[in-house]
Structures are given as C-alpha cells and as structure tokens.
C-alpha cells in the first residue's frame, strides 16, 4: 500500500483510505476451473501445470513508481518449457537457485489495465532467492506494459489502474474509466 494519503476515486466519489501497490492474478488464463478434477493438472499458489503438458510459475511484474521511489506489483503466471519448470521445481529450495540463468517463457496473465492484451507477451523469468517470487522482465518492445516496465509510472497512473480494478469495465456505466477503449 502506498505510504502517501489516500485518493478520491472519480469513479464512485469515495475517498479510498490506501492507494493499492500491488495486483495479483490467482491462475495463469489458461486455467479453468474444470482442471481441478484433472488428475494431470494442479494449481498451487506458487505453480501450475495443465494436463501435464503446459507448466506456469507465478512472478512479479515489477515498476518503479518515478515519483514516489516505490515499486507497484503485477503477481502474475508466465508459462516454461517442461525442462525449465522441471529445473524450477527441482532447485525449489537451493539457496544458489538465483544463480541460473532466466528462463524464458510467456505471460500468462491478462492484465484489465492495458487496451492492448497481455496475454502472451515474451518474458525472462529470473529466480531470487528461496522465498522470493521471481522477477519477470518484459522482453523491451513498445507494449505499453514493457514500457511501464522499462520507464516506471506515476502515482496517477497507479491511482487510475486502481480505479478501474476497482470498477472495471463491468463497474458503473458512468465512470469516464468505464468507457476507455479496448
């Protein structure tokens, strides 16, 4: 939660009493709720596999927040090869698991916040140390969540992305947010 006051949201006229940092998604898209009875398929809080063919861990779209010195947070799935998860889940709890190289997989969260998807976008996922999500890095192009990624934002950007997880496109029909393109 942001340090700083709360916000008026122009949404529904309410002042909110903290400014969220951090949004998180609790399945990869690709998860249905049906794969539950799937004996080949299992969501955990941390990974996901669906029929044993398609392997997601979950990591943080980190962005420096440029005038305020802190950081907002996507919790998000990327997806890895099969070897990649397997290497994942097998150095899980080596304390040298930040040493390994970035394993590239795709974003496998859509993200409410952007008229452009994000579903699919090419990542780098770089393991921290035990007990730490892993960092997901955007491959630079001109999405405008890599260059969220790239550039930071502000708190009015993040006070917008509040207002529209909040109310949504399915929110109030008559919040000028409701009404953005895309």
């Given at each position: 939660?942001?340090?700083?006051?709360?916000?008026?949201?122009?949404?529904?006229?309410?002042?909110?009493?903290?400014?969220?940092?951090?949004?998180?998604?609790?399945?990869?898209?690709?998860?249905?709720?049906?794969?539950?009875?799937?004996?080949?398929?299992?969501?955990e809080q941390e990974l996901c596999t669906i029929k044993s063919?398609?392997?997601?861990?979950?990591?943080?779209?980190?962005?420096?927040?440029?005038?305020?010195?802190?950081?907002?947070?996507?919790?998000?799935?990327?997806?890895?090869?099969?070897?990649?998860?397997?290497?994942?889940?097998?150095?899980?709890?080596?304390?040298?698991?930040?040493?390994?190289?970035?394993?590239?997989?795709?974003?496998?969260?859509?993200?409410?916040?952007?008229?452009?998807?994000?579903?699919?976008?090419?990542?780098?996922?770089?393991?921290?140390?035990?007990?730490?999500?892993?960092?997901?890095?955007?491959?630079?192009?001109?999405?405008?969540?890599?260059?969220?990624?790239?550039?930071?934002?502000?708190?009015?950007?993040?006070?917008?992305?509040?207002?529209?997880?909040?109310?949504?496109?399915?929110?109030?029909?008559?919040?000028?947010?409701?009404?953005?393109?895309?």
């Amino acid at each position: 939660m942001s340090k700083e006051q709360g916000y008026v949201c122009r949404c529904c006229g309410e002042h909110h009493a903290e400014l969220p940092l951090a949004y998180g998604m609790e399945a990869p898209a690709y998860w249905s709720d049906e794969l539950a009875a799937d004996p080949l398929s299992a969501l955990e809080q941390e990974l996901c596999t669906i029929k044993s063919e398609s392997f997601f861990i979950r990591g943080l779209i980190e962005i420096p927040v440029v005038d305020t010195g802190e950081t907002f947070v996507w919790n998000v799935w990327t997806s890895l090869s099969k070897d990649n998860f397997a290497r994942t889940v097998e150095r899980w709890d080596d304390p040298a698991r930040e040493s390994q190289p970035p394993y590239f997989g795709w974003l496998s969260s859509e993200l409410p916040a952007y008229a452009e998807p994000t579903l699919n976008l090419k990542t780098n996922l770089h393991t921290r140390p035990v007990g730490h999500r892993p960092l997901i890095e955007l491959e630079p192009t001109g999405h405008p969540l890599a260059v969220e990624q790239r550039e930071g934002i502000t708190r009015a950007r993040v006070r917008e992305i509040a207002e529209l997880l909040l109310h949504g496109r399915a929110g109030q029909p008559d919040c000028p947010l409701s009404r953005r393109p895309g």
